[in-house]
Each structure stands twice: as structure tokens, then as C-alpha cells.
């Protein structure tokens, strides 16, 4: 069962050159993208089965994409708005375009698992669809707005789409989640 979720980190994906025998993914430094409030992973998968004299003789369940449906306490437009590709305007503000293009990005998080576990989840090749925030007039009741966001979770050229590693501290995950970022071969 899992108790939580926190540091949320991201970064720039540079290059990725996994596909050659030495190759590895280069990412900017990370940083704190937000505070994390919920994120569901979705597989989107192959299901295909080969049957033959009534009995399975292949079948494919390979992973294609991950959709990332994350939650967040902010969606600061520092951030997010240069995610999605909006341009700043010069004056504090940003213009959304039909040619925004979503930036590649490293996505890490840990999550904190029951008898003192964390566990480091990291995805090398995301992208944040573009996205608007929903908006409500105060009520009787005081409630809060958490925009959720949705990410694209792909492959790097060697097919890696996704790593995870469990830990006994919590200093030990954040410690290896931030490595995760420069380490070859993402």
C-alpha cells in the first residue's frame, strides 16, 4: 500500500543517444516541478494473442506509451506554460499557439511505501499535453482547485520507458532520483 508521494522532480531532456552501444540520455539539472498530490500511471499496451488448435501460441503485451495523470498543488505558469510550448510574451505573460510544441523532459518521483520503504519511479521521455485549468466561484464551503495535468511517458531510442529502484531511506531515494538524471543510459 502506498503512503504517499513527493519529490516531484523534472528536467530538460537534451539528447538521447540510447540507441548507440555507448549512448546515454542528457538531461539540464533537475528541479522541483510542483507538489505532487496524486499521479496515475495508465500502460497503454498491446494485447494480442495468437490462438491455434484451441491453445495460445503468442502473445504480445508490450508496452507502447505510459499515460501520466498527475495532480498537482500548482500550476505555475514559470513553468508549465514553457512545458507545453507557450511563448512568454516579453511581459510576464505567455501566448498559446496552434504550433506550441510540448517540451522532452525526465519526470521522477518517490513514492513512500509502508514498513519504511521509498520507492524511486522515474520516466526518461515525457511530454505535458497542453491543458487548461478549471476555474469555480467561492461556495459555502471553502474548497480547493488542483489542476491536474496530463504527460505522454514514451521510450528513449532503447526502449526504455520507465525505471524504478526501492529503498530503506528516504535520503537514499532522493539521492539516487537525482542521479537518475545524469546517469548513462537513463
Avoid: W
Avoid at 11 to 31: H, N
Avoid at 75 to 98: H, P, Q, R, T, W
Avoid at 132 to 139: C, G, H, V
Amino acid at each position: 500500500m502506498i503512503k504517499g508521494l513527493n519529490t516531484l522532480l523534472f528536467a530538460k531532456l537534451t539528447s538521447d543517444t540510447t540507441d548507440q552501444t555507448s549512448g546515454k540520455a542528457v538531461y539540464e539539472a533537475p528541479t522541483k516541478l510542483s507538489g505532487a498530490i496524486e499521479i496515475k500511471p495508465k500502460l497503454n499496451q498491446n494485447s494480442a494473442e495468437l490462438y491455434a488448435d484451441d491453445t495460445l501460441q503468442d502473445a504480445d503485451y508490450s508496452v507502447s506509451t505510459v499515460g501520466l495523470t498527475l495532480t498537482v498543488d500548482d500550476d505555475n505558469d514559470e513553468i508549465f506554460c514553457k512545458l507545453i510550448g507557450m511563448k512568454d510574451d516579453g511581459e510576464g505573460g505567455y501566448d498559446a499557439s496552434v504550433y506550441d510544441e510540448s517540451q522532452a523532459i525526465g519526470l521522477g518521483y518517490i513514492e513512500v511505501k509502508g514498513q519504511g520503504k521509498y520507492r524511486v519511479k522515474f520516466y526518461p521521455n515525457c511530454k505535458v499535453k497542453p491543458f487548461d485549468s478549471d476555474a469555480k466561484t467561492k461556495e459555502d464551503k471553502v474548497s480547493f482547485q488542483t489542476p491536474s495535468v496530463e504527460i505522454t511517458a514514451s521510450p528513449l531510442k532503447n526502449g526504455k520507458y520507465k525505471h524504478q529502484k526501492t529503498f530503506s531511506t528516504s535520503a537514499e531515494a532522493v539521492t539516487y532520483l537525482n542521479s537518475l538524471f545524469t546517469q548513462a543510459g537513463a
